[in-house]
């Protein structure tokens, strides 16, 4: 079939800039900053020189008293340098609520999604993109956000003034580099201007000036350390204030595995397909089973698979993430009075994880000070003991886990789940999303199958998105809102790198076309976009698979969920 | 060989779904259209011919010649129509609503006259407003509450569907107010039939219990008047023969009498002329006014009546055949009459050459002598009309002069005997309210008692049951005069046709002896047990 | 929040039985009062029909906000056998009479016995679905079965050379083509033993050297035996809406007939 073809000149990383408002002199201005100044320009590799970072990945930005800088819970990839003035830090819990006012984006517009539900439109091109020349380019959308606040605590939760931040100091770079929501708010006090630096910028100067990657990574090890990771932990929150200050004192902290495991696991994933081996391979041991036991870990970030060996495998019985702890067996054996406790589980690092370590004596220790935390071990443990036996006698719960882990399923937070029990293979899901999504699904009724679901290619929405690491414009980017991970269309220049990235195989590289004209380049090569689930995110309703499945088959869950599909099913004669 | 290694086809025709978007359901889409076309078509086809098709159900035969022109019944149109079309339409036919519950027994008898058919009116309102002015008349309240017709008779299901029958919960739609079931509430029905006039004046508790015991020294069975029940027989069981049981002590009350007609005595005619003279007045017959002073004189009666003869005689008297009679009795030769002539009694004119004295007598034939039956039906119907002319003074003239007219026609005995023979069984009389009544004929049955009741049914059950009854089980004596029903209270007709028997008769059967086998638990107890009211035809 | 099935239908099935008794009890007591029943029971029909018939619609826009499929198919089996017992409040309990009646009265037993039938395959046809093993899409199938009769070709024609290649091309024109060329339906397991049978007749009578090829035949043998499982079951999935559809649209349309007619000639 012949299909009209236009050519454009091909999109390029810095096509886009961050901030189009930056001039010459303020880029001469941020190299002159302290942090900058220090930089060695020349280290910096020709094709990403250290003024076109800061031209195209940074923003010079001016705040108002008591103007909302970040805000607690809202998913960011971008960190900020103080360039002059200060800022407070608020808490969670400090600022209530609804104050907070959580900046709820409302591109859902029931009307359009009728209209466009009756009327498909074609697909249309970013405008900047038809221009053959790349010159009029449109700004890409600023993260300022005009939010003041009244009444602001002048006491923290945690007792004190809230912190101040000054000049040369950087924040943000936890939820940058992280891919998580951010931890704190963040309001400026008098007026100051604040740099932004986007993460893809962030990661580039990281990578080119050793100084700032010490820097910013020595900020972020103690930060992450003083939120509240203790607070939020069962067998620590007991403790109190001073309880916690003493283990900080002691903690640890620890890496494993690689921030960029997902094209590594993509390649022994295969390989172990191909020679059905037992043990899990690129996932480094942080603790054997029979190792002795020294320590407890308290997860930070990342993913840890907790297996035992059965034969000559190793059967998993849990996974851990983020606040979960591993080594209360040991813990609990220690109070009890074996002094030399061994592991008795292995813990491996699954992609990259980020670890507490704390004395296994000293944990011990401020527990037994604690009865409310003694108590929660021992009903925690007898609870973990039983999970583990269930493990190994319920051989379907079991296979879920072994299935979820080894396919890095346990990533999802919206796994498409489709149950073939009861799917009638009706395909009405995916034609419910092709309707939301301009008649082109963005997923196919087609993949690994485990327990009677089938997990088609549908994006998981992941809890730690690798396929955002490597984007060069920041058109992947999770929603403020819900943290769903979408691609932006207005900014993507089809690069392949997040489908290369992810994992899964959930994004689908699909050719650009501007009301039926295929877009090719100068070459005639065709113009790609990133295609992927985003959960309907702008649809009122939700996601459209889950609402056109006529016979609650499809499910999009979180992974924990997906454990407990299987016990909604009519039993089985 | 190797062109048959070939692919030999593609997928287009293998047979299986082509990859081709959505082609099922395209194709089940249009089957969908297909068959929203085909049933228009069908419909309008069906409905331009006319067919059956269209009707909503068939209706039952007897509306049949109806069935294709729906708007015979029905407001037919866009519009909004008020009030009850289909009732009216339905009274277009069903004017004569005498049947229960819509009509009542008086209803009945203008009915069986003729009379409904043409005087009612076409709306059911004016219907019931008619019927409900009738002297006695009355309507089933469901008649008058203004309910349709439809609400109970419910057509279109059918050319043998039952259309007048009526449910259990239709009865307790009005009457369960008034108790829940029969072991439960039931009204009792004791002096039920002694509130029910019958073709006699008969009472049990004088004749069973004083006459003929005095008689036989012993109370006589019930099969000495009652035949015995047979399996074929409902309700109440054959009386013997009257001229049988009746006769045995009411011989002479029935015995061959003189029936005095007229005396004409001095200057002032009595009896027959007397009324005569009155009703000429009241009727305002073409024949001129009787000159009384005339009739005094000797001969002179027979030229009045001679007059007066084809007015007053000719309907009561058809079997005179011939309107010479009166002439002839004048000329004195009816006395010489030839028996054979004159079958059905006798005629005899005394005196008849004493001009200041003369009678005429009929002679009866005995019990229901016809002449003396259709004089007093004619009778009845001259007061009828006569009684709508009068008024105060003249009214109760009138009545005096019928009152005696009657007593001369059924003493019939000499003057000086003045009682009623008829009278003493039968309902014949003069009210002052009504005027006169002489009804010989046996009464409908009030319907809307049972009629279904078998004797012989529920003694051989009873019998099967081991238990022995015979008729004293479950019928006795009256304890108390029977109560008249409560809209009869005020009835004059009822009244009077009631009154003489209040107190003297058995009661039917008493509620708890019904109820001893009749009840939640054992046998059913439903309306339609006992009540016949609004069956199917085949039921009545 | 996971609910599972069965409480979820044993709560709608007393709903629906609550709703029906509610119905019947409400129509006795109407009755009991001689009020009619036709009118407030025929609109509520109508309204169910309705619903019921707009399902189809709502699948086809699925992308508005109007509650889920799989909400809307609750609706539609419990207020479609809500319906079954209520029509017959609607006409008092009695057999209908009369042509269009019967018309009527016929069409929505169809479309509710086709619906109750069409929920049990729903419900039971996806395990014999699963149990077959592979996962193919329905409108792939064809594709994909005449991608076998080329491999199969290929593989014969790739044999020809031998002088015991023959037995191959006569079993594949004889036996093969015609099982490849189209779907078979034939009770499944005869077939399959057939075909184990055949193959290893044709193994015997090939010898040795073809024993891969034989075996490859088999394999491609069997997938298509496989895919015809598919192509069988899903095609009753599917086709069972080819009766269920049309009747609705015809029991729709005389319902609405009907209507009319009431409207048109009241009493």
Redesign the interface.
Known sequence: MAQDVREISRPQRWAVPFDAEMTDADVARVIGLPLFARMDAKKFPARMPLDGIVRNDCALRSYSDRQLVVRQGDYGSSAFLIVSGEVKVYLEGDIPEEELGHDHEHPKN?LT??W???FPPPERAPKHLLAVSSGDATVAGSSTVNVFFQDLPAVGKRGGPPPVMGPGTVFGEMSALGRTPRSATVVATGSCELLEIRWQGLRDLRSSDKGFKEYVDGIYRERSLTSDHFQTSPLFAPLGETGIEVLRHAAIFESHGSFEWSGQYKKGRQERRQKRTAAPSNEPEICGQTQAAESVYLVRAGFARVSHRVGVGEVTSRYISRGDLFGIEALHAYIKGNRAPVYGSTLRALGYIDVIKLPLALVARAVEGSSAAAAWLGQGNTELLREQDRAHLAPLKGEMMEFGTESRVYNGTSIMAID?????????CV??CS??HNGQPRFV??GE?NQ?F?FPNACMHCQDPVCMIGCPTGAISRTKDGGQVVVNDQTCIGCSTCANSCPYDNIRMVERSHYGEKLVDQKGNAVLRASKCDLCYD???GP?C????????L?R?DFP?LL??T??????S | MARKLDNPFSHKNSGYERPLK?RLRRVRGRLALAGFTAMVLLLGAAYRQGTGLVTEGQLHSKHAFLSKDCAACHAAGPAAVHGDVMTANCMRCHRDMNAEPHGSLALTAEVTTGRARAAAPETRAGFIAWANQLPGGRVHPATAAGIGCSTCHRDHRGQDAELIGMTEAACQACHRSTFAAFDRGHPDFADLAAQQRRQIKFDHASHYGELFAKKTKERPACTVCHEAPTSAEVVTPRLKRSETICMGCHSDAVAPADLLLLTSKGDEPTGFAQVAALLTKVVKSAAPAPDMAALAKPGALAKVLGAAAPALLADGDRQIGDGDLLKRLAAGTENKADPSTFPNGRWTVANAENEDYVQLTYRTTGHRDARVVAWLAWLRGVDQTARGTLAGADRVAWTKATQALVLDLTAMTAPTVKESRCGLCHYVGVDPATGVFADFAKPPVDRHFTRTYSHFVHASQAEKQGASIDCLTCHAALAAPPAAPADHAKDPRWIALHRERLGQDWQTIGITTCQSCHNAHAVRQDCATCHQYHQSVSGR | M?????PRRLLALSLAAVAVAGAVAFARMRAAQLEDNAFWSGWTLLAIFVVLAVYNLR?R??????????T??QWHIYLGLIAIALIHVHIGWHLPSGSFSWLLYGLFWAVSLTGVLGLIL??T???L??AVGN?V??ERIGERVVDLHDEAAGIVQGVLGRPEGQVLAGFFIDRLDPFLRRPRWAWQESRERWLTSQCANVARLAGPDLADAVADLEEIAHEKLLLDRHYFL?GI??GWLFVHIPLATMALTAAVYHTGMVLWFRP
């Open positions: 029931l999604q009728v466009r539900n009756l073939l029990e009861r799917c009638t293979r009706c395909d009405d034609r419910g309707t939301a009724r087609h199958v009677g089938l649809q009122v309703g459209a889950v609402r056109a499945c006529p016979h609650d088959a499910h869950v969920d407990t599909l016990e909604r099913r009519d039993p089985q | 959505s | 996971i609910v599972a099935f069965w699948k826009v699925s992308n508005l906000p109007l509650g889920t499929s799989a809307w198919l729903t419900r046809l996806p395990h679905l699963t996962e899409i329905f899903q999935l599917k």
